[in-house]
């Protein structure tokens, strides 16, 4: 199982990004999908989650401002993000929980792709 994310860039602030993660392979169902961000030196941390319910979930700093969704069908998850500031710069990470046929719960992550915001 792949994961390959998008749409990261260079935003000025109060500006606005969308990211994109499609996952690939022999996935049976996902579970949950989400985005993490980290910067150097710090451990990751969620930003947002949304399940295959699509119950949602956000960090608090970015409550309000950024919006998961999802794509069922293209096993793809979005995270807009809007009035983008400066402390949103990080690299961000997508990830899923799902299952192959009957097997376990699986996590995979996609490649990390670079949010800059300048003030």
């Known amino acids: 199982v792949q994961l390959q994310a998008s749409g990261g860039g260079l935003v000025q602030a109060g500006g606005s990004l969308r990211l994109s993660c499609a996952a690939s392979g022999s996935i049976f169902s996902i579970r949950q999908m989400g985005w993490y961000r980290q910067a150097p030196d710090k451990e990751r941390e969620l930003v947002a989650a949304?399940?295959?319910?699509?119950?949602?979930d956000y960090a608090d700093p970015v409550k309000g401002r950024f919006t998961i969704s999802k794509d069922s069908a293209k096993k793809t998850v979005y995270l807009q993000m809007d009035s983008l500031k400066p402390e949103d710069t990080d690299i961000y990470y997508c990830?899923?929980?799902?299952?192959?046929?009957?097997?376990?719960?699986?996590?995979?992550w996609g490649q990390g792709t670079q949010v800059t915001v300048s003030s």
């Open positions: 990830n899923a929980d799902y299952y192959i046929d009957k097997g376990p719960l699986s996590r995979s």
């Open positions: 949304i399940t295959s319910t699509d119950f949602t």
